[in-house]
């Protein structure tokens, strides 16, 4: 009879172990689930992260800077390494062209912790840069060669239909100048800023068309 009891109660304890077991695994999953719960940031409508609706104001652009009209074109975005005593800090440079598609046109270096900063700034920039450029209809007065340290960029005026002949950083400047019709090369160096600095050089130097009836009523 002993040996039956013994039995009988060892087959319990064992159909009882898993049970507890289980019981152990779902106690375990609630905590981890409650203490994530806790540890979760807080999405309240003025907070971000956990600090209780504390958090920064989104450094987006303007209403006035999206509804102002302007051509706005991002050329080229670089990532800046600087290595300190401290640590290696980066950073970036945004170089961007700003145009009104009407004869004006510029363009800006900006540089910032963050990439939006960065071409904010230099939107901010260029749009205060920006230069007047002369044109005869849809297309430049005459041949020109934009020259920026290595860089040389042949810009030569083209007729109704040809269309902007060009590849991005020169393309960029025309679009922003309202230039519709021209052919374009870029020579020797490619670097983004030496081409945007070489194609505004040579339109800087163009000269203002004179009609033959401005001419007449001079004399």
């Given amino acids: 009879m002993e040996d039956k009891n013994l039995k009988e109660q060892d087959s319990k304890n064992q159909s009882q172990a898993p049970a507890k077991g289980m019981e152990s695994v779902d106690k375990a999953e609630k905590k981890l689930a409650y203490s994530s719960d806790l540890n979760a940031p807080s999405s309240g409508p003025r907070g971000q ?6 958090g920064k104001r989104p450094r987006g652009p303007r209403p006035e ?3 102002s009209g302007l051509i706005e074109s991002v050329i080229r975005i670089s990532r800046v390494a600087k290595v300190t005593k401290g640590g290696t800090k980066l950073s970036f440079s945004a170089l ?16 910032a912790a963050e990439v939006s900063v960065g071409i904010k ?21 005459h ?10 960029v042949l810009l030569k005026p083209a007729s109704e239909g040809t269309g902007v002949i060009a590849a991005g950083p020169v393309r960029a400047i025309c679009d922003g100048a309202g ?18 600095k070489a194609t505004m050089e040579g339109l800087s130097r163009l000269k ?4 033959n009836d401005t ?5």
Avoid: F, Q
């Avoid at 700034?121 to 007065?141: D, F, S, Y």
């Avoid at 090369?185 to 030496?194: A, E, I, T």
């Avoid at 203002?208 to 009609?211: F, M, Q, S």
């Fill in 49 to 54: 992260g956990d600090k209780g609706g504390r």
């Fill in 65 to 67: 800077a999206e509804s």
């Fill in 96 to 111: 961007v062209v700003v145009g009104d598609g009407n004869g004006r046109v510029g363009y800006a270096l900006g540089k």
């Fill in 121 to 141: 700034k230099a939107l901010n920039a260029g749009k205060k840069r920006m230069e007047l450029i002369p044109r005869k209809g849809t297309t430049i007065p």
């Fill in 143 to 152: 041949e020109v060669i934009g020259k920026w340290c290595a860089t040389r």
């Fill in 179 to 196: 230039i519709k019709n021209i052919l374009t090369k870029v020579h020797r160096s490619s670097n983004p800023l030496n081409v945007v």
């Fill in 208 to 211: 203002t068309p004179v009609n």
């Fill in 215 to 219: 001419k007449e009523t001079a004399k």
